[in-house]
């Protein structure tokens, strides 16, 4: 026996109007026999009210779908929908981290530079009266070549992280990297130069760790 099918058998149904209009419907039914003129009625009324029933459930099917579609709900979802949905998801999910990994990553290698740079400083700091040292036995009396390579040595560890040494005669006064411990006026000079060296000067990159500490001779005016 075949399953039962309500809208198969609603639709295969005529409406009221199509009973209404039918010549042979309406003949069949005795129009002079008082008694069943009721019960015909009676039929009218059950035909049109079974008529209508395909059309409400129609409409509170379409009303259905477009609440579902509206909320989105994942229980109308098919599962190849469902699987798509949890990948799309995922992907999002797995994007905004790799975000904040990448984030993280430059945040951390700028710190290390940072520190690294720091550290350096430090060390050049506390170096700096030898390095002063140095620079004087090599500009007022002769070195042998153990302390010459030595100091070369020494030069050469601290070009390698990044310090720059600065301050030569003759070179136009900067303040912001010169610092003027004595001015001497000169009439035959046109600007500001430096004349001597007292401490040479040190920086990293843009960074000043000290000033060249200068005598500068000025115009006389």
Same mark, same amino acid.
């Given at each position: ?9 609603? !639709? ?28 015909? =009625? ?14 409400? =459930? ?47 990553? !430059? ?15 430090? +060390? ?20 042998? =070549?153990?302390?010459?390579? +030595? ?16 301050? +030569? ?45 200068? +005598?500068?001779?000025?115009?006389? !005016?």
């Amino acid at each position: 026996m075949s399953e039962f099918n309500k809208d198969d058998y609603l !639709n295969d149904m005529e409406d009221a109007e199509s009973l209404k209009n039918d010549p042979a419907s309406a003949g069949s039914a005795p129009a002079s026999d008082a008694p069943s003129d009721k019960p015909a =009625d009676s039929a009218d009324a059950k035909t049109e009210g079974e008529a209508e029933a395909p059309k409400a =459930d129609a409409k509170d099917a379409s009303e259905d779908e477009k609440t579902a579609d509206t909320k989105g709900d994942d229980d109308t979802l098919t599962p190849l929908g469902k699987a798509k949905k949890e990948a799309a998801d995922y992907l999002e999910a797995l994007q905004r981290e790799r975000a904040e990994f990448i984030n993280y990553r !430059n945040r951390t290698a700028k710190e290390k530079d940072v520190f690294r740079q720091h550290g350096i400083i430090d +060390v050049l700091t506390a170096l700096l009266p030898a390095l002063d040292d140095i620079d004087r036995i090599r500009e007022h009396s002769e070195m042998d =070549d153990s302390f010459k390579a +030595v100091a070369t040595k020494i030069d050469k560890a601290f070009e390698k992280f990044g310090v720059e040494k600065f301050g +030569v005669k003759g070179e136009d006064f900067d303040p912001t990297k010169h610092e003027a411990i004595l001015h001497r006026p000169d009439p035959a000079a046109e600007k500001e130069t430096v004349d001597a060296v007292v401490e040479a000067g040190y920086r990293i990159g843009d960074r000043v760790i000290r000033a060249a500490r200068v +005598v500068v001779v000025s115009p006389q !005016n």
